[in-house]
């Protein structure tokens, strides 16, 4: 790295690279704090004959942070990648080299840009990956949630029904899961998360790797009190968030009759409501579970 002078990280040489020619290159961009980009994606960037770009307006930017003058750059995202395939996978073949940079972060991760990596595999064209930053492992990593096993469930549907049915299908996975939503829908969105899968801690991440980056941790009960206190004091939550919640714990059973004994002794001092949110504390099930059950015991006494 002779070429990279102390302080100064944007006037690499890129023309002593040993690159690979006519390769995609896939480049991971940083996710908000532009000193997160690395050595080689500055390198590749200054030297790929072509560069994809979900948003040519938003990486340009990039590249005028990091003084990097990219000649071909193409706009490639989920309205035109069917038709913009053809000619990328015959430029390729030309031994060009093109970068693919999404956004922010890795490519492909929550997109269909895996559909050009699965052409250029049949065409045996050469696929490499400059990795970088990640909101999905960046907002698991701040959690305080395990790490050891997660599965990443991608973008929550908007619709109340298509996101039960996302939840219901790993109700019982025991790994961290980590899910993509908006800051709009996050009530909704835990409310429902309450009913379908009980009380569980889970970690809100926004605006990783920034100046206001946040990360607020609790569970289920307590996380809509605390949005409804800042949406109160006019300071709402707002953009995209990354919610990591914990998995399903398989110790956690209780019978029938444990939870009705609890649920009577709660109901002697507690309404109805209070009751059914402290169960659900202490157990860890479902909101609707415990609701019924409440109900029935409520109307026989």
């Not at 972060?105 to 250029?120: A, F, M, N």
């Not at 959690?143 to 299908?169: A, R």
């Not at 409804?228 to 953009?239: A, I, Y």
């Not at 110790?251 to 109805?272: F, G, P, Q």
Request: glycine residues 6%; hydrophobic residues 35%.
């Amino acid at each position: 790295m002779e070429n990279l002078s102390k302080g100064d990280l944007y006037y690499y040489d890129h023309k002593n690279s040993k690159e690979l020619k006519g390769c995609l290159y896939i480049i991971a961009t940083p996710i908000g704090n532009y000193e997160d980009i690395s050595l080689r994606a500055i390198t590749v960037l200054g030297l790929v004959d072509i560069l994809l770009c979900e948003d040519t307006r938003k990486s340009k930017k990039l590249l005028s942070h990091l003084k990097i003058k990219c000649k071909n750059i193409i706009s490639y995202n989920d309205n035109n990648a069917e038709k913009k395939r053809p000619y990328i996978l015959k430029q390729l073949l030309l031994n060009k080299n093109i970068g693919l940079v999404c956004d922010a972060g890795t490519p492909l991760i929550s997109d269909p840009g895996y559909k050009i990596v699965q052409e250029c595999y049949q065409e045996n064209i050469k696929v490499t990956h400059l990795p970088g930053p990640s909101s999905v492992i960046n907002a698991l990593v701040l959690s305080g949630l395990p790490t050891n096993q997660f599965f990443f469930g991608g973008f929550l549907s908007s619709k109340k029904s298509g996101k039960e049915k996302q939840l219901l299908t790993t109700k019982y996975n025991t790994m961290t899961g980590i899910w993509f939503d908006t800051c709009l829908r996050l009530q909704n969105t835990l409310k429902i998360m309450l009913d379908v899968y009980g009380n569980r801690k889970v970690s809100i991440a926004r605006e990783l790797t920034k100046i206001y980056e946040e990360i607020i941790i609790s569970d289920l009960v307590n996380i809509d009190i605390i949005i409804s206190k800042r949406n109160n004091n006019n300071k709402p939550l707002k953009g995209e968030v990354v919610i990591i919640i914990n998995g399903f714990d398989s110790n956690s059973n209780v019978s029938t009759e444990e939870l009705n004994i609890n649920i009577k002794n709660k109901l002697k001092h507690h309404t109805l409501r209070d009751a059914v949110n402290l169960v659900i504390e202490e157990t860890n099930l479902s909101k609707k579970q415990v609701y019924n059950e409440a109900i029935k015991i409520k109307n026989k006494l």
